[in-house]
């Protein structure tokens, strides 16, 4: 940078400095070194003006002293403000990848909830059909009469055992008669049950 001369004036004194600053930055450092050298003079009277000189350079010489230890200090708080920073990102990138793998997982359970859903929907659309009671009645008779029919004897000719079974035959328990109590009862249907013969097998008799 090109460099020129700037006259200022301090405690009645003519400068010319040599600088590459501007007139105006260079003034007014001499008007505050001006100010400061008057101000020493008007509070302490008996010091001279090389004295005066000597004290104003003092506090700039303390003021930029002071100035440049801040600067450190705050130095120092940047980087640790620049760290602190660097761990905060590391620690976000970690949490965002850890709630893109929840999002997943929870994508995931959300599929399996709802293909669980359209089983209990298809299950609970499927109907069951039960025999009426007319088709449970002859259901029964029918067991009845089969149960009965196994269990005689027709091939005996001894008087003595020809109300005996044969031993080849076992007559199995008969099963319980299902009847569907959600139809209503039919007149009929009733009659029939209260009768006293279809109780019994029409084999019963024979000899």
Known sequence: MEKKNVVIYVAGQRF???TGDTDEYV?????KVDVMIKGIEKDNPRLNRDACAILTALNFCDDETKLRQMMEVLREQVKDYINSNDALRTENSKLKEEI??????LAEKSEVADEEDATKTACANTSVTLPTRSEAIVA?????RHTAFVGKNFGGKN???????????????????VVATSAPADPDEAAAEASPYHQFSIFDDLP
């Open 159 to 177: 008087k003595k055992n020809k109300h005996k079974h044969n031993n080849n035959y076992q007559t199995p328990a008969p099963a319980p008669a």
């Open 140 to 144: 029964a008779e029918a067991q009845t």
């Open 100 to 105: 893109a793998a929840l999002r997943k997982e």
């Open 16 to 18: 010319s400095i040599s």
């Open 27 to 31: 003034i007014g450092i001499g008007q």
